[in-house]
């Protein structure tokens, strides 16, 4: 508790950052066409007017599913492999996408790997194009709104050969408004490519509790001044490519002990401190023009004294978003699957006082015939009103029009090949990437390694899941990465809870070579990684500590010498620690969040802005 506090302190610094407006569209949509504007000017008369007569074609139930975006298993809209048929009737009472718009009119989809939807660049076109042929074969034709997480870093549906960035923590180690942009950008093109036309990022929540078990890398950092310009340059970056941008998790969840996944956090800040810390980059990213705003499942006393989670809360979504802080764009739940907004209420209830809230877009119920059911019951009695869904309806189709997905909702395999993973936008990712790297400790020069003098090097550590479309596992991703460099360098995978019997493989694996580079991840007081790294130290080779997702692990490596945070394990990073630690690039990130003192909490052990370099 008072290292948390003390990052508060530290980082309550100053008032929100106004962002300036989105930038300009980038040159050549993915069609062929230029994609839509970012869309800070307000819609036309003629554009209100047209929309409201799609609305008042609608029936009840058909304006109801337009307030949903759904999963649904399969990489085809119309023939899915079976056991994706199996999943969908499983869960959803119908075989493919293509049934689900049918059935249920729902207004957008979002992609998952799980839900085998993004397998390869191609293949995701064609599935956009299914959806979208689905939509306009439904009554009163719409397209739908596809959506997916591609936060880059930690969090991203959608792999190689499409390309890779740093992910937000990254970034905000290397401090570069540019970098950010470019990265949303470059994104934000090849999503556009593949028929994708929002992205449920950047994070805007700030970072400042060590602990959080949810957010952490996926923060730009603990500074919500720095945070709020990150935010702002990617929704710039993003939209100036024709993807809608959707800054998350609102009212922030940076300050939280709890996953909202499989919990109800509770987040205890006061006005003020919400004021300073939570609310810069929201307000940075309303200013830069977003379309839409995802809610947390998170309960905020100091705002609401019924305690509703935020996603069900009227205070929190109409009162401050909407009135306080002028937000007039599409608001989106957090999935509505995962436990911290299903505890209180349950499934039937929880979109009904969603949308009461304040919330537009219902995501990813777990039943959507519950869901839906309710929703229609809701407005049919007349507790939800029907001006309030056509309102709400409104916005999601201004959204869909300012994103041209009224003009031109298809894709072509052309445009994929034109832009996804195309060899100039990897170069630029290992350019942002190389700037990203950050030298916590280098004591007595250990760093860069020299090919004379540790010319074989082994490299051990956790083998953690590799990322959606990463090559992995990382300790193969880092030592090929030094053998392209000019090392003999070998992999031992010792995993997140290594046994003695593996530390000892590891001893004497480096017996035999000249230095270690051990890949550390998330290490705690009790982590057995810090007996592998005693042992390491004990033989007196070089030994190079990698932070491969939060960068706080050095704080419980007593005897380090060297230690460096690349703030994820994908490809793109690795290579770039890989580049630091040969000397062939120098490190160049700073710490965008403090780094505490494990025996002493409250101390700062290495502060924001802490980067060393050769």
């Keep these: 508790m008072h290292s948390r506090r003390t990052v508060l302190t530290t980082a309550a610094a100053a008032a929100a950052v106004c962002a300036t407006g989105a930038a300009a569209p980038a040159a050549g949509a993915a069609s062929g066409h230029q994609p839509a504007s970012p869309g800070t000017e307000p819609p036309t008369p003629a554009t209100r007017a047209r929309l409201h007569r799609l609305i008042s074609r609608m029936s009840p139930e058909e304006k109801v599913g337009q307030l949903f975006v759904m999963r649904v298993y399969g990489h085809s809209a119309t023939d899915p492999d079976p056991a994706d048929v199996a999943a969908n009737q499983k869960e959803i009472g119908v075989a493919n996408a293509a049934e689900l718009i049918a059935e249920y009119h729902v207004g957008g989809i979002i992609y998952f790997g799980w839900a085998h939807n993004t397998r390869e660049p191609h293949q995701i076109a064609d599935l956009s194009n299914g959806i979208q042929r689905a939509g306009a ?151 830069a023009g977003i379309d839409s705003i995802m809610t947390a499942h998170i309960v905020v006393p100091a705002f609401d004294a019924g305690e509703d989670p935020a996603t069900l809360s009227r205070p929190i979504l109409t009162g401050i978003l909407r009135e306080r802080l002028g937000y007039e764009g599409v608001v989106v739940t957090d999935s509505l699957g995962m436990e911290g907004v299903r505890v209180k209420y349950g499934d039937a209830r929880a979109p009904v006082l969603a949308l009461k809230a304040g919330v537009d877009q219902l995501l990813n119920p777990p039943d959507i015939s519950v869901a839906h059911a309710a929703v229609l019951k809701a407005l049919r009695e007349g507790e939800l009103a029907e001006r309030d869904i056509n309102n709400k309806l409104l916005r999601i189709l201004l959204l869909k029009d300012r994103r041209g997905l009224f003009t031109d909702p298809y894709t072509t395999h052309q445009a994929v090949d034109r832009v996804v993973g195309v060899r100039r936008h990897l170069e630029t990712a290992d350019r942002i990437a190389d700037r990203t790297t950050t030298l916590l400790r280098n004591d007595g020069g250990v760093l860069p390694l020299s090919r004379r ?18 090559g992995g596992p990382p300790t193969t991703v880092l030592a090929n990465a030094l053998g392209e460099l000019g090392f003999t360098a070998t992999a031992l995978s010792t995993g997140l809870t290594p046994t003695q019997t593996l530390i000892d493989q590891a001893v004497t694996a480096l017996r035999e070579r000249d230095a270690v580079v051990v890949a550390t991840y998330n290490v705690t007081a009790d982590s057995p990684q810090r007996q592998l790294v005693t042992a390491l130290l004990d033989t007196g080779k070089p030994v190079v500590q990698l932070a491969v997702r939060n960068p706080y692990d050095l704080a419980h490596l007593e005897g380090v010498k060297a230690g460096l945070a690349s703030y994820s394990w994908t490809d793109v990073e690795l290579r770039a620690a890989a580049r630091v630690i040969a000397g062939r690039r120098k490190p160049a990130g700073h710490l965008p969040v403090p780094v505490m003192r494990a025996d002493a909490p409250g101390t700062v052990l290495y502060p924001i802005g802490h980067g060393l370099t050769y």
Aim: proline share 7%; glycine share 10%; hydrophobic share 45%.
């Design 453 to 470: 003098r540790e010319r074989t090097v082994l490299v051990v550590g956790v083998d953690a899941a590799a990322p959606t479309g990463t």
């Design 137 to 287: 074969a439904q009554r009163v034709p719409v397209p739908l709104l596809i959506s997916t997480d591609q936060e880059h870093g930690i969090v991203a549906r959608i792999g190689a050969p499409a390309t890779l960035f740093p992910g937000a923590m990254a970034l905000g180690a290397a401090g570069s408004r540019d970098d950010a942009r470019t990265a949303a950008r470059i994104a934000g093109q090849e999503l556009y490519a593949m028929g994708i036309r929002q992205d449920y990022a950047p994070d805007a929540d700030v970072n400042v509790n060590a602990a959080n078990p949810v957010i952490g890398v996926r923060s730009f950092g603990a500074d919500p001044q720095a945070v709020a310009q990150m935010v702002a340059a990617e929704v710039q970056g993003y939209q100036g490519a024709g993807v809608a941008a959707c800054a998350k998790h609102f009212p922030g969840h940076g300050d939280t002990d709890t996953d909202s996944h499989v919990g109800l956090p509770y987040i205890h800040h006061t006005a003020e401190q919400w004021e300073q810390l939570d609310a810069p980059p929201f307000r940075a990213a309303i200013a």
